[in-house]
């Protein structure tokens, strides 16, 4: 079975072994391995990263990138309805705050709205979603549906694609003013938050899945649920290379 044979639930596995539960630290590595399935390294990223992309590719980009980015605090809302552990709720709700702006600070979907300004969409066009390819909206509603559904613990595991989420934002901080001088650099702040704010999540994410994820068939489920996550995120690049081609 793989992640596109249900909708908004990850793979389950047949586990029949009886082997020992990988140590601790042996299961972190496997976990970080997942990295080299991350979108960092989908040809559309490294197109858009290298300067091979046309601003109408940008504008795809930054417009289905929004649906994911409101979608966000609903899948972090879903985490939290599940939780009864009132000690992970008090830190999990700063991830909606993070997105949906509190106090003095806009929020990452208010900085994201900036980056569409920034490449010259306007920002009724951006709310309404047009450019929403349909792949992407599958991909983003299956990821929510997920967290609904899933036990907390595994929602949480399936956000540690966090882990690899720095040195992409890193990569478009150091090559888009370069290529696409275009851009308003006051648009790339959102890049520039997450990179503090993923560092911190992942520390949080990571502590709950390896207090909870402790013989070695929840250890497989749980690398399982992180290439479902992994496969979203691909998907995602995969429907707007498709939707925007040139």
């Given at each position: 079975?793989?992640?596109?044979?249900?909708?908004?639930?990850?793979?389950?596995r047949?586990?029949?072994?009886?082997?020992?539960?990988?140590?601790?630290?042996?299961?972190?590595?496997?976990?970080?391995?997942?990295?080299?399935?991350?979108?960092?390294?989908?040809?559309?990223?490294?197109?858009l990263?290298?300067?091979?992309?046309s601003?109408?590719?940008?504008?795809?980009?930054?417009?289905?990138?929004?649906?994911?980015?409101?979608?966000?605090p609903?899948?972090?809302?879903?985490?939290?309805?599940?939780?009864?552990?009132?000690?992970?709720?008090?830190?999990?709700?700063?991830?909606?705050?993070?997105?949906?702006?509190?106090?003095?600070?806009?929020?990452?979907?208010?900085?994201?709205?900036?980056?569409?300004?920034?490449?010259?969409?306007?920002?009724?066009?951006?709310?309404?979603?047009?450019?929403?390819?349909?792949?992407?909206?599958?991909?983003?509603?299956?990821y929510?549906?997920?967290?609904?559904?899933?036990?907390?613990?595994?929602?949480?595991?399936?956000?540690?694609?966090?882990?690899?989420?720095?040195?992409?934002?890193?990569?478009?901080?150091a090559?888009?003013?370069?290529?696409y001088?275009?851009?308003?650099?006051?648009?790339?702040?959102?890049?520039?938050?997450?990179?503090?704010?993923?560092?911190?999540?992942?520390?949080?994410?990571l502590?709950?899945?390896?207090?909870?994820?402790?013989?070695?068939?929840?250890?497989?489920?749980?690398?399982?649920?992180?290439?479902?996550?992994?496969?979203?995120l691909?998907?995602?690049?995969?429907?707007?290379?498709?939707?925007?081609?040139?």
């Open positions: 079975m793989n992640a596109k044979d249900t909708f908004g639930t990850a793979p389950v047949a586990n029949t072994n009886d082997e020992p539960a990988w140590t601790r630290d042996a299961f972190e590595a496997r976990l970080r391995a997942k990295g080299a399935g991350y979108h960092i390294h989908h040809p559309f990223n490294v197109k990263n290298s300067g091979g992309c601003p109408a590719q940008i504008r795809g980009w930054v417009a289905n990138r929004f649906y994911y980015q409101i979608n966000i609903l899948k972090d809302a879903a985490v939290m309805s599940n939780c009864p552990d009132r000690t992970t709720r008090r830190r999990w709700v700063a991830r909606i705050l993070d997105h949906d702006g509190h106090g003095g600070d806009e929020g990452g979907i208010e900085t994201w709205a900036r980056l569409g300004d920034a490449v010259g969409i306007d920002r009724d066009e951006l709310w309404s979603l047009q450019h929403v390819a349909p792949g992407v909206r599958f991909a983003v509603d299956a929510v549906n997920f967290a609904r559904r899933a036990p907390w613990q595994e929602a949480v595991c399936s956000s540690l694609t966090e882990m690899f989420a720095p040195q992409i934002h890193k990569d478009r901080l090559t888009w003013p370069q290529h001088p275009w851009i308003e650099p006051d648009g790339l702040a959102y890049f520039r938050s997450r990179i503090p704010l993923a560092q911190r999540d992942v520390e949080h994410g502590e709950v899945t390896l207090d909870y994820f402790t013989t070695r068939a929840q250890q497989e489920r749980a690398l399982e649920i992180l290439q479902f996550k992994l496969d979203i691909w998907s995602m690049l995969d429907a707007i290379e498709k939707a925007f081609p040139e």
